[in-house]
């Protein structure tokens, strides 16, 4: 079985700090993904990456960045929090049969 | 870029009547339709798929349908029972080559 692991379940930050979303994966996949998961909105991708070291951005990046310095970590960064960022947070690696395979989730509330 | 446009947001059904849930893309070039069912606090998980070389994809009571030339798929869902209650994702991409997009997500609810 693919396990995808999100280092946190839940976290809350105050506005203006910096976050850290860590995302682990041990099927060796190259494909990895962030996802926001907002009611009524579904889920946007924020930023993906193919490979070690390159990234791709998604269709609501800005506020964010990531990180992809092995090939099994995929981190996600909120450089300064906002209350609007506020969300649950979705990891995912796509695996060879097309699935994707998502994390628990990561629940952040930013005050 | 790609765009997912899911209806209905929210629907419910009957048990043992049928759900059908619509999608529509906008890149000609996506190959690849997933739908994808969360159920209450757990993570999203595959259902179904279907690419783009085929029109029609079954699976025990789950089907899901594919009209490349209109670029729009549907879930269908026969004999619903209590444990299809969840939200249903429908996704687009280009296998294997790029994101895959999600539409807003469907709940669906099963009426006893």
């Known amino acids: 079985d693919v396990k995808v692991t999100q280092s946190s379940r839940y976290l809350v930050k105050r506005t203006g700090e910096k976050v850290f979303l860590e995302c682990v994966q041990d099927?060796?996949?190259?494909?990895m993904f962030w996802y926001r998961q907002d009611p009524g909105l579904g889920l946007r991708l924020i930023y993906f990456?193919?490979?070690?070291?390159?990234?791709e951005k998604g269709d609501i990046p800005e506020g964010y960045s990531v990180s992809r310095e092995k090939k099994e970590r995929f981190s996600l960064i909120l450089e300064s929090a906002s209350t609007n960022q506020t969300s649950m947070y979705l990891c995912?690696?796509?695996?060879?049969?097309?699935?994707?395979?998502f994390g628990e989730g990561s629940r952040l509330t930013v005050l | 870029g790609e765009n997912v446009e899911q209806h209905p947001s929210t629907l419910s059904v009957q048990e043992g009547d049928s759900a059908v849930i619509k999608c529509t893309y906008s890149?000609?070039?996506?190959?690849?339709f997933p739908w994808y069912k969360q159920e209450l606090g757990k993570r999203p998980q595959l259902i179904i798929d279907?690419?783009?070389?085929?029109g029609e994809k079954k699976d025990q009571r789950i089907a899901v349908t594919l009209n490349k030339t209109a670029k729009h798929f549907s879930l269908h869902i026969t004999e619903t029972q209590p444990e299809d209650s969840a939200v249903y994702f429908c996704?687009?991409?280009?296998?294997?080559?790029?994101?895959?997009?999600f539409g807003k997500g469907t709940r669906l609810h099963i009426l006893p």
């Open positions: 279907i690419r783009s070389n085929v």
């Open positions: 099927m060796d996949h190259e494909n």
């Open positions: 890149d000609s070039a996506s190959n690849y």
């Open positions: 996704a687009a991409s280009r296998w294997r080559d790029d994101k895959i997009i």
């Open positions: 995912a690696t796509w695996g060879n049969t097309g699935e994707l395979f």
């Open positions: 990456s193919y490979d070690v070291k390159m990234k």
